[in-house]
């Protein structure tokens, strides 16, 4: 019901604000390089050296005076101070230079610090603008453009990221202090979070992220909210997207608001799509040969909606505040996904825009209480945390050997409940920080459907960990901490009584055996950080991991279509451990920033699903594919590069690699992305006009290298180049401020496959030309 009216209230939002009028000062002020908002500008009155004002996180500013003109200063650490005069009723965009002056180091403590648990890890934020430049259907793919991220994906509406070679359970996504669950463990399962819900991302890189769990190999991914505007104000925005593609239409509105100590937050979002074109008119899958009308892929249209609130209250010493979010998608899946496909088929699906069975569809409601005080000489932190997943995987039953029953098309229903409890407490000083925490999560899974998957279970995951850093000297950092984990999983007997085991019997087939195991154990990790003349920075850690099994590793036992294979759980398997290694070096100055990252992690029994050889009895199964454990070990880097080559022209580069070896086998791992380089040129020309400033052009051409190195029966993927461009230019309209920006992906049309999309194992490539426009404002 939410979803029809997201459109309406993005342009009604758009309509208002551009509309609004008011005699006030009002304004923006921008880094004049990378054209973002500047948070924390003082803006003071020349005549009396009165401040004014400082700027908030969207750069603006506002204030009222009886004058009708003034000169103001405006001044911002690390960049050139200006003076301009201005009137009232007059644009005001303000553009500051970045300064050539070497800074002197600037200790900053803020109310509410958390940033200990990531010290000495390679860690990327992506802001709220880059978001907006970089959007593409599903956050997963957006945040691919960041070196060392990559994604998994299932047509255009499903995709989940991967970072350095790792997926599912091994990547922590955590929204507001709470690990998202939902069922993460599926490859062809996305992330459960709106776009719109989002204002900045955190992405650490490596295993010592102890405050989040020991399981997450790859890292972390924070999902941040805005934070308090800390004075009686409203300020919002919205955006507007289409895509010609897929004929993509997308809306989403943000409102931050606080009243004395009272704020209020909402966001929404709704995004629609059709049939998405692929270069190609035929593909070929199991020695068959089908067309595709017109290029278009069958049944690939869908929605995605989300919402979320927040209100909270924020003293002098504390802040608490409660959200709820859903998320609500429906994508359809490609004829063949979920069952050997048929030109009858193909051709019989009408309406582009509703999918039509097979499909998915996901509602994820969440709930969280996050409340932080200042005590004991430190902070004091409490996260609550209650999430719904319920997933339903729609297939026609008569298509895998069974009849139309009482469960419908539901193949797999899964409902997950999840309750949360983080506590911790950081401390510091000038030569010392430490934090300690406990986590506690209840984990309930109740299954339905005609089809089998995994079970009912329950699970109680425990984790106590321990901190601290130490300056040794003024420019050098130690980074430590130990984490203990306890997890109990009990899992339910499932037992079929439609398939007979052996087939031909009378004898139901049980395809899960109860399962009741305990895990425990310790994860630590060491890190060193080092500065020097205060443009080089190295840090280096070592971890040692713990994961435990998740409950697709030790209890599935059905055909999980929209991954091609009948997969087998194992409860047998032990908890996964390893070793890891990772350096940061950065260097940084006013025209170059250059960060290279090597890393190498060494496993003793990684976990993953391998071929068996043996023939599944399930009908579309093909052969059974067994999870196992094999020592291997991974290892790779990422490489970035942001270069002013001018005042108008900046190059970026952004690298990755990774390599796996399984030594029990010596071959590589299953789903490693190839060696892929993404790399892009801006000009930006210095105009502030009073309605437009600095406008940009840029081309972009992403380089991928062949996968060959690849695990038993899985594909080969040859290597491949896109190219794209951009157009954009900031602008402003009555007091309002925003972005237009112009975007064609895939610029050449070209024909290409990528290695980690699920339907590369039907030979289908990837979306074709694709144009799009973005509108944003915000006021």
Avoid at 81 to 95: D, L, P, R
Avoid at 350 to 366: D, K, L, S
Wanted: aromatic share 12%.
């Amino acid at each position: 019901m939410l979803q029809k009216y997201f459109l309406t209230i993005s342009f009604l939002l758009i309509s208002l604000i551009i509309s609004a009028q008011n005699n006030n000062y009002n304004g923006v002020v921008i880094d004049s390089e990378s054209r973002t908002p500047l948070e924390g500008v003082s803006i003071k009155d020349v005549e009396n050296e009165e401040i004014l004002a400082l700027t908030d996180k969207g750069g603006k500013f506002s204030f009222t005076r009886q004058k009708k003109s003034l000169v103001l200063n405006f001044h911002f650490l690390g960049f050139d101070e200006k003076e301009v005069k201005v009137s009232v009723g007059k644009k005001i965009i303000i553009s500051l230079e970045p300064s050539l002056q070497e800074l002197d180091e600037v200790d900053v403590h803020s109310h509410g610090h958390d940033e200990l648990s990531l010290s000495g890890l390679n860690t990327t934020s992506v802001s709220s603008y880059d978001l907006e430049v970089q959007r593409a259907t599903t956050i997963s793919e957006t945040l691919s453009k960041t070196a060392g991220v990559s994604y998994i994906s299932t047509g255009v509406g499903i995709s989940k990221p991967t970072v350095r070679g790792m997926a599912g359970s091994r990547v922590v996504v955590s929204v507001d202090g709470v690990k998202l669950e939902d069922q993460q463990w599926g490859m062809d399962h996305g992330l459960s979070v709106g776009q719109s819900t989002v204002d900045e991302v955190e992405i650490a890189k490596g295993a010592a992220t102890l405050k989040y769990g020991s399981d997450g190999l790859g890292g972390v991914i924070r999902m941040k909210s805005p934070e308090p505007l800390g004075e009686d104000k409203v300020e919002g925005s919205a955006i507007l997207n289409y895509k010609s593609n897929n004929d993509y239409f997308g809306g989403e509105f943000k409102v931050n608001a606080q009243k004395n100590k009272v704020f209020y937050q909402l966001s929404g979002g709704y995004e629609d799509f059709g049939n998405y074109q692929v270069p190609a008119t035929r593909f070929d899958y199991l020695g068959g040969i089908y067309q595709i009308t017109n290029g278009f892929l069958a049944n690939t249209g869908g929605n995605i909606g989300s919402i979320k609130g927040t209100v909270g209250f924020s003293g002098k010493k504390w802040v608490t505040s409660v959200s709820y979010s859903m998320f609500d998608q429906m994508v359809g899946l490609f004829p063949g996904a979920t069952g050997i496909p048929t030109q009858s088929w193909i051709d019989s699906f009408g309406n582009a825009r509703n999918p039509e069975i097979p499909r998915q569809e996901i509602i994820h409601q969440m709930v969280t209480i996050n409340s932080h005080v200042d005590t004991w000489g430190g902070v004091l932190w409490m996260d609550l945390g209650y999430q719904n997943n319920d997933r339903r995987e729609l297939s026609d039953p008569t298509r895998h050997g069974r009849p139309l029953g009482d469960d419908g098309f539901t193949a797999n229903g899964l409902d997950l409940q999840t309750v949360s409890t983080n506590i911790h407490f950081d401390k510091e000083n000038k030569k010392k920080k430490w934090e300690v925490g406990v986590a506690y999560e209840l984990q309930e899974n109740t299954r339905s459907g005609y089809d089998f998957l995994i079970p009912d279970y329950l699970q109680n995951t425990f984790g106590a960990y321990g901190i601290v850093g130490y300056k040794l000297g003024s420019n050098l950092d130690l980074i430590g901490g130990v984490r203990f984990d306890y997890i109990s999983f009990a899992s339910e007997q499932f037992t079929d009584t439609f398939f007979k085991d052996p087939p031909g019997s009378d004898n139901p087939w049980v395809r899960a055996e109860a399962i009741n195991k305990d895990y425990f154990n310790f994860a630590g990790s060491f890190g060193l950080q080092w500065t020097m003349f205060k443009v080089i920075n190295a840090n280096t850690n070592v971890a040692k991991t713990f994961r435990a099994p998740t409950a697709n590793e030790l209890a599935a036992n059905g055909v999980h279509h929209g991954t091609f294979r009948h997969e087998q759980g194992d409860p047998n398997l032990n908890p996964e451990e390893g070793y890891q290694w990772d350096i940061n070096l950065s260097y940084s100055s006013k025209k170059l920033n250059v960060s290279f990252s090597p890393y190498f992690n060494y496993y003793t029994n990684y976990i993953y699903l391998a071929a068996s050889g043996d023939a599944s009895t399930l009908p579309d199964a093909g052969q059974i594919y067994r999870y196992t454990e094999s020592a291997g070990y991974f290892f790779g880097h990422e490489f970035m590069l942001d270069w002013e080559i001018s005042p108008s022209f900046k190059f970026s580069n952004a690298t990755e690699y990774v390599y796996a070896v399984n030594t029990d086998l010596n071959r590589s791992f299953p789903f490693i992305p190839p060696l892929a380089t993404l790399n892009e040129i801006t000009y930006t020309a210095n105009i502030n006009h009073s309605f437009f400033s600095k406008p940009f052009v840029a081309f972009n051409a992403e380089l991928v290298q062949a996968q060959n190195r690849v695990d038993r029966n899985e594909k080969r993927t040859e290597g491949y180049a896109a190219f794209g461009f951009k157009m954009g230019t900031g602008f402003s309209i009555n007091n309002v401020y925003g972005n237009l920006l112009f975007k064609i992906d895939n610029l050449t049309d070209n024909v290409y496959m990528r290695h980690l999309s699920r339907y590369r194992i039907l030979n289908i490539p990837e979306p074709g030309r694709n144009f799009s426009v973005s509108l944003s404002a915000w006021f």
